[in-house]
Nanobody, 121 residues
Framework: QVQLVESGGGLVQAGGSLRLSCAAS????????MGWFRQAPGKEREFVAA????????SYADSVKGRFTISRDGAKTAVYLGMNSLKPEDTAVYYC??????????????WGQGTQVTVSS
């Protein structure tokens, strides 16, 4: 069992920046990859970014590549999402996710509650 807590969401003007944080906790678990998904109103959750714990290999959705940066803190089992040059279409609830074993990028074992990001034009 893993608990994930996100923070850092808020309201920002187009072109601005935000940094999201997520910390994982539990009695005993392994971490293969942590990352972020987002869900806009009326849409399904979509993959945003992920990072492996072993080598720090990153993956990004095409829509955010070059603007968002994912990073990790292995000692804390925490992941961060730096978001620059934000666009109104980035508006969504952002969810932290963890994989406890190797599996596909679109899969997660545990989810956080989500944090709202709103980008105004």
């Amino acid at each position: 069992q893993v608990q994930l807590v996100e923070s850092g969401g808020g309201l920002v003007q187009a072109g601005g920046s935000l940094r999201l944080s997520c910390a994982a906790s539990g009695r005993s678990f392994s971490t293969y990859r942590m990352g972020w998904f987002r869900q806009a109103p009326g849409k399904e959750r979509e993959f945003v970014a992920a990072i492996t714990w072993s080598r720090g290999t990153t993956s990004y959705a095409d829509s955010v590549k070059g603007r968002f940066t994912i990073s990790r803190d292995g000692a804390k089992t925490a992941v961060y999402l730096g978001m620059n040059s934000l666009k109104p279409e980035d508006t969504a609830v952002y969810y932290c996710a963890i994989q406890t074993r190797p599996r596909g990028l679109n899969e997660a074992d545990y989810w956080g509650q989500g944090t709202q990001v709103t980008v105004s034009s």
